[in-house]
C-alpha cells in the first residue's frame, strides 16, 4: 500500500493540476466526508498515483466500492497497484475477476505480472489453477518467474518441483533471482540442491544464494552456498540472516559461524556493519567480543561521515565506558564532516546522545543549516529530525524555519507536516494558520493532513474547514502547484 508520505514524497517529481489524496484522507478520517463521498473525489485528483492512494486507504472500508473505482484506472500498473492494494480485502468473487482482468492482459505486460503476484497470497484454491495457467510462458519462451513464485507458496510440495524447474528456466536472470528467493522459504529439503544450482548459474548469484543460505541445513549444500558468495559483508550477512531461523545448539552454530565471516571481513566499514547487523542474535561472551570488534572497526573508518554513521549506529548496542567511547567518537567524526551541511545532517542521529554544550550546539547549529539550505528534502529530514529533541523555544524557532514564506510550497507543506506530532497547542495553532497560507490547493492539503491527527478539539474543526474549502473551490487546470 501506498502511504500518504510516499505520495507526498512522489508528488515533488509530478505536475499536479488537481486534489492531493491527503484532502481525501483528512475529510474521510475527520468525518467531514463519508466513504461515498470520499470515493466520488476520485475523478478530481491529480493523478494514478493519488488515486491509487485513496483507494489503498478506503479497501478496507469498502472493498467493493475500492475494486470498481481500481477498474476506473486506465494505466495498467497502476491499475495493477491500486488491484493489489485492494485483493487482501475482496470476497471470492471478485479476486475471480480481478484474476480474469490479469489474465485478459498482454502475457509479457509487467502489470500482469504484478497483479498475478499480487493476488496469489489471496486466492481461493478453486482459482489457483486459473492463476497458474495465467502465469505461464509467453512469447520467447519466457517464463513471468515473480508471479509463479508467488503462486508456488500456495501450492503443494508434489508441485513445487515442476515450478522450480520452470522458474530455473527463466532467461531474464534478475527474474529468475527474485523468484528463487520468493521460493526459498517453502522449499522442501529434497529441491534444496536444485535450487541451489538454478542460484549458482546466475551471473551474479549473490542475492538468490543469500535467500537460500537460511534455509539450508549444515552440510555440503550450506558449504556450497556459501562459498559461492563472495567473502566480506555479502556472505557475513546471508549468514546472519540464518540465525533466527534455528534453534538451540543449531541456533549457536548459526551465529558462531556468521560471527566469523563478519569478523573476516576486511574493510573497516564494511566490518563494522556486518558486526552491528549481528549484535541482535548474540549473547555474552560472543555478544561483547562482537561489540568490541565493532567498536574497533568503527574508529578506525577513514571517512569522517561514515565513521559517524557506523558509530551512531553501534551506540545503541553499548554499555559503560565503550558507550562513551563511542559517543565521544561519533561526535569527533561528525564535527571532522567538512561540508557544513553534510556535518549538521550527520549529527542528526547523534543529538539523542550527547548531553549538554554538545547537544545545545549540534540543535542551534542544526537549526541554522536548515534554515539556509537550499534542498528542501534537507530541509524537511533536519527539521523531523531534530523535533524530538527540542526544547519549546526551540520548536518556535523550526516551525519558523519550517514555514518560511520564500520556501517552496512541496516543502513548507512536508516540513509542517514532519514537525506537526511534536508541537505544543500554542505553536499547533501558528503551525495551521501557516498551512492555510500555502497557495497551493494540493500541497495545502498535504499540510492540514499531516496536522489534522495532532490538533486539539478547539483547532481540528478549523482544519477540516479548510479542507471543505478546498474540495468545494476545486484548482482549474492553470492553477499548477509550486
Known amino acids: 500500500m501506498t502511504s500518504m508520505g510516499g505520495i507526498r514524497a512522489a508528488a515533488g517529481n509530478r505536475s499536479l493540476d488537481g486534489a492531493s489524496a491527503s484532502l481525501v484522507e483528512l475529510l474521510h478520517s475527520t468525518g467531514a466526508w463519508t466513504v461515498?463521498?470520499?470515493?466520488?473525489?476520485?475523478?478530481?485528483?491529480?493523478?494514478?498515483?493519488?488515486?491509487?492512494?485513496?483507494?489503498?486507504?478506503?479497501?478496507?472500508?469498502?472493498?467493493?466500492?475500492?475494486?470498481?473505482?481500481?477498474?476506473?484506472?486506465?494505466?495498467?500498473?497502476?491499475?495493477?497497484?491500486?488491484?493489489?492494494?485492494?485483493?487482501?480485502?475482496?470476497?471470492?468473487?471478485?479476486?475471480?475477476?480481478?484474476?480474469?482482468?490479469?489474465?485478459?492482459?498482454?502475457?509479457?505486460?509487467?502489470?500482469?505480472?504484478?497483479?498475478?503476484?499480487?493476488?496469489?497470497?489471496?486466492?481461493?484454491?478453486?482459482?489457483?489453477?486459473?492463476?497458474?495457467?495465467?502465469?505461464?510462458?509467453?512469447?520467447?519462451?519466457?517464463?513471468?518467474?515473480?508471479?509463479?513464485?508467488?503462486?508456488?507458496?500456495?501450492?503443494?510440495?508434489?508441485?513445487?518441483?515442476?515450478?522450480?524447474?520452470?522458474?530455473?528456466?527463466?532467461?531474464?536472470?534478475?527474474?529468475?533471482?527474485?523468484?528463487?528467493?520468493?521460493?526459498?522459504?517453502?522449499?522442501?529439503?529434497?529441491?534444496?540442491?536444485?535450487?541451489?544450482?538454478?542460484?549458482?548459474?546466475?551471473?551474479?548469484?549473490?542475492?538468490?544464494?543469500?535467500?537460500?543460505?537460511?534455509?539450508?541445513?549444515?552440510?555440503?549444500?550450506?558449504?556450497?552456498?556459501?562459498?559461492?558468495?563472495?567473502?566480506?559483508?555479502?556472505?557475513?550477512?546471508?549468514?546472519?540472516?540464518?540465525?533466527?531461523?534455528?534453534?538451540?545448539?543449531?541456533?549457536?552454530?548459526?551465529?558462531?559461524?556468521?560471527?566469523?565471516?563478519?569478523?573476516?571481513?576486511?574493510?573497516?566499514?564494511?566490518?563494522?556493519?556486518?558486526?552491528?547487523?549481528?549484535?541482535?542474535?548474540?549473547?555474552?561472551?560472543?555478544?561483547?567480543?562482537?561489540?568490541?570488534?565493532?567498536?574497533?572497526?568503527?574508529?578506525?573508518?577513514?571517512d569522517s561521515r561514515v565513521r559517524a554513521e557506523r558509530l551512531t549506529a553501534l551506540i545503541p548496542w553499548l554499555t559503560g565506558p565503550a558507550r562513551a567511547i563511542a559517543v565521544r567518537a561519533a561526535h569527533a567524526a561528525t564535527e571532522a564532516v567538512t561540508d557544513p551541511e553534510l556535518r549538521a545532517e550527520s549529527r542528526l542521529g547523534l543529538v539523542r546522545y550527547l548531553t549538554g554544550t554538545d547537544r545545545d550546539v549540534a540543535v542551534r547549529q542544526g537549526l541554522a543549516v536548515a534554515a539556509v539550505t537550499a534542498d528542501g528534502a534537507r530541509r524537511c529530514r533536519m527539521l523531523a529530525g531534530l523535533a524530538a529533541h527540542l526544547s519549546p523555544d526551540r520548536l518556535a524557532q523550526a516551525l519558523a524555519v519550517a514555514t518560511d514564506g520564500t520556501v517552496a510550497d512541496r516543502w513548507r507543506a512536508q516540513a509542517i507536516a514532519g514537525l506537526a506530532g511534536h508541537l505544543p497547542p500554542a505553536l499547533l495553532a501558528e503551525a495551521l494558520s501557516a498551512a492555510k497560507a500555502i497557495g497551493s490547493g494540493y500541497w495545502q492539503a498535504v499540510a492540514l493532513n499531516g496536522l489534522a491527527p495532532h490538533l486539539p478539539p478547539d483547532l481540528l474543526p478549523e482544519a477540516v474547514a479548510a479542507g471543505l474549502t478546498l474540495a468545494d473551490g476545486r484548482p482549474s487546470p492553470s492553477r499548477k502547484p509550486s
Open 36 to 302: 461515498e463521498v470520499a470515493l466520488s473525489h476520485l475523478p478530481l485528483l491529480a493523478d494514478d498515483l493519488d488515486r491509487h492512494a485513496v483507494i489503498a486507504y478506503l479497501a478496507p472500508l469498502a472493498p467493493g466500492d475500492a475494486w470498481a473505482a481500481a477498474k476506473r484506472i486506465a494505466d495498467p500498473g497502476w491499475f495493477a497497484e491500486a488491484a493489489v492494494a485492494v485483493a487482501p480485502y475482496l470476497p471470492a468473487d471478485l479476486l475471480g475477476e480481478a484474476l480474469s482482468a490479469a489474465a485478459a492482459m498482454p502475457r509479457d505486460s509487467p502489470a500482469s505480472a504484478r497483479l498475478l503476484a499480487g493476488l496469489a497470497p489471496h486466492l481461493p484454491a478453486a482459482l489457483l489453477p486459473a492463476a497458474l495457467a495465467a502465469a505461464g510462458p509467453v512469447s520467447g519462451d519466457r517464463f513471468r518467474a515473480g508471479a509463479l513464485a508467488a503462486l508456488a507458496l500456495r501450492l503443494p510440495a508434489d508441485l513445487l518441483g515442476a515450478m522450480l524447474r520452470v522458474i530455473a528456466a527463466e532467461p531474464d536472470e534478475p527474474d529468475r533471482a527474485r523468484a528463487l528467493g520468493v521460493l526459498a522459504p517453502v522449499l522442501p529439503p529434497a529441491l534444496l540442491g536444485t535450487a541451489l544450482a538454478a542460484a549458482k548459474s546466475l551471473t551474479d548469484p549473490s542475492a538468490a544464494l543469500t535467500a537460500l543460505v537460511p534455509y539450508l541445513p549444515d552440510g555440503p549444500l550450506l558449504d556450497e552456498a556459501v562459498a559461492a558468495i563472495a567473502a566480506g559483508a555479502p556472505r557475513a550477512a546471508a549468514l546472519t540472516n540464518r540465525i533466527p531461523l534455528w534453534f538451540g545448539d543449531d541456533r549457536t552454530d548459526a551465529a558462531d559461524r556468521a560471527h566469523a565471516a563478519a569478523a573476516a571481513v576486511t574493510d573497516h566499514a564494511a566490518r563494522a556493519e556486518a558486526l552491528i547487523g549481528l549484535l541482535a542474535h548474540l549473547r555474552d561472551p560472543a555478544y561483547a567480543t562482537a561489540a568490541r570488534q565493532a567498536l574497533d572497526a568503527a574508529v578506525s573508518v577513514s
